[in-house]
């Protein structure tokens, strides 16, 4: 049987505090709602679905994760606790490969 989970107050207060922007060497395109990012320094490319296209425009400095998350609940219909844990999962790889850095403000 599983439970549903929220994302708690002490979550959101922590996730309001991480700001993700793109790297300079990494520029992106829209194609067919998808995203398509190049880093320019590795050469390496990568695709985003919808999701993580929304989620991925949205890295620009200037919102935090939890307005992130929260536009990514209202566009896409999904459960808090569930848009949560993607969007952790997506950013711990987009900062893995070298596309986006998160900063604490």
């Not at 549903?4 to 207060?13: C, G, N, P, R, Y």
């Not at 992130?68 to 997506?90: G, K, N, T, Y």
Request: with cysteine; aromatic share 4%; glycine share 4%.
């Amino acid at each position: 049987m599983s439970h549903a989970v929220q994302v708690s107050k002490e979550d959101l207060m922590s996730l309001s505090l991480l700001v993700p922007k793109q790297r300079q060497d990494v520029h992106s395109t829209m194609l067919d709602w998808e995203s398509v990012v190049l880093n320019l320094s590795t050469g390496r490319y990568y695709t985003l679905n919808p999701v993580g296209a929304l989620i991925w425009n949205q890295c620009q400095g200037d919102r935090s994760l939890a307005e992130i998350l929260e536009s990514v609940c209202r566009e896409f219909d999904v459960p808090a606790d569930q848009a949560h844990r993607d969007l952790m999962e997506l950013m711990r790889h987009l900062e893995e490969e070298g596309l986006l850095h998160i900063e604490r403000r």
